[in-house]
């Protein structure tokens, strides 16, 4: 809660805060608070998808259950989207969402950092996506990949104006990728926090009002915060889908 | 803009790629085959007690179609058994019926013989009542004394005019 008389900028909750200062040579990676809520987002994925399948029943509690669900739940999206060949990247796509859905969702809790509100940590995501999906393309089609920016049946006039957006589209993915992302995570935590300063700054009962809406917008940003798990998802599968299946 | 602040970019990235790595190889390695495990185990129970079930059903099948053959084969049974005994039943009755008329005509051919006997007897005792009768008769009359003989052949002639 901001201390009364200080000004407090909406931006202020994305600044990173060293823990402990860790330097190898002259890299500084100290462990931050961002560092922190991906540890937080890790074990609470890794504890949660260990126990709750931990007594392997073959009738599943309700926890066993929701493990199983999203396992179905991406294991269907890839089948849908690529096929049988998407089988042996479950187990990324399968981590890229839950590290992603996670991530926003530990964000969502009150003084919590979200690692997925920063540019470079999206962008590293989405490149890792971007390269192996290009390095897969040209193992699966070697050179021949290059036609993947050949659009075919359209008039030969129009292949020098194409063939660059086509190549320009492919190289923008990481970008989109990741800027959507972090932009909706940024705009999200941000609304939310011009919100909650209105609470404070407005007259007393006023302050009820935008109170009230944050609690409407909390419940769109997890909304948001799945679909953005979602989307980035999807989209690995439709990369590594086009890394198969040229036009 | 805390985002555009290079500071910590090695620090954010190198911490990404440890958790990042550390969660696939995790994923990849513990929990997701485990959850692979336990969806094929249950799918594999599924398909044993659907097969299971499906030869339940045959058996059930099976059973059903012999319980309606004997079904039919008590019925058939039963009718011929009924068939049997009214037939017998019939025969029965017949021989019975014959053997009842017997007894009855001997009993008529034994009731006629009676009653013609007794016919004869009171007829007998008949003409014994009218010699009787004639005999008073005549001494009332005509204090005559008749003997037996004379009022049975005096009967006897009268007799033989009626008739």
């Known amino acids: ?247 | 803009m805390p985002q555009l602040n290079p500071e910590f970019f090695i620090s954010q990235l190198f911490w990404l790629f440890v958790f990042f790595s550390f969660l696939l190889i995790f994923l990849w390695r513990v929990s997701l085959p485990r959850i692979a495990t336990v969806m094929e185990k249950r799918q594999n129970k599924i398909n044993e007690n659907l097969s299971t079930a499906k030869e339940l059903q045959e058996q059930a099948l099976k059973i059903e179609k012999n319980i309606n053959f004997q079904i039919s084969n008590a019925k058939e049974e039963t009718d011929e058994e009924i068939k049997k005994t009214i037939i017998s039943l019939q025969e029965e009755a017949s021989t019975k019926l014959s053997s009842l008329e017997k007894e009855l005509e001997v009993k008529i051919s034994n009731s006629e013989k009676e009653i013609i006997k007794n016919r004869d007897l009171q007829m007998k005792t008949i003409n014994e009542e009218i010699s009787n009768i004639t005999k008073i008769t005549v001494s009332k009359i005509s204090d005559l004394k008749l003997s037996d003989s004379v009022v049975n052949q005096a009967i006897q002639s009268f007799k033989g005019k009626i008739n």
Do not use: W
């Open chain 1, 1 to 247: 809660m901001a201390a009364k008389g200080e000004k407090h900028s909406p931006l202020e909750q994305f600044e990173i805060v060293p823990i402990s200062n860790i330097e190898i040579g002259s890299y500084n990676i100290s462990f931050t608070n961002s560092s922190f809520a991906m540890l937080i987002t890790v074990l609470l994925i890794t504890m949660f998808l260990t126990l709750t399948v931990n007594t392997r029943s073959i009738i599943p509690s309700r926890l066993q259950l929701i493990s199983e669900l999203m396992y179905n739940f991406i294991a269907q999206l890839l089948t849908d989207t690529v096929g049988d060949n998407g089988k042996k990247y479950f187990p990324f796509v399968f981590t890229l969402f839950m590290f992603v859905l996670i991530g926003n969702m530990v964000g969502m809790i009150p003084y919590q950092f979200t690692f997925t509100s920063h540019i470079i940590v999206t962008f590293a995501l989405a490149s890792i996506v971007f390269i192996g999906v290009t390095i897969l393309g040209f193992i699966n089609h070697g050179i021949k990949f290059f036609t993947f920016f050949y659009i075919p049946g359209v008039p030969f006039y129009m292949h020098p104006l194409l063939i660059p957006i086509e190549v320009i589209s492919y190289l923008s993915r990481p970008i989109s990728l990741s800027v959507r992302l972090f932009a909706n995570m940024l705009a999200g935590h941000t609304l939310l926090k011009v919100f909650a300063g209105f609470v404070v700054s407005m007259p007393f009962f006023t302050g009820v009002l935008p109170l009230t809406f944050i609690v409407a917008l909390t419940g769109l940003e997890i909304l948001i915060a799945f679909l953005q798990a979602y989307v980035f998802a999807i989209l690995t599968c439709l990369y590594i889908n086009d890394a198969y299946h040229l036009h």
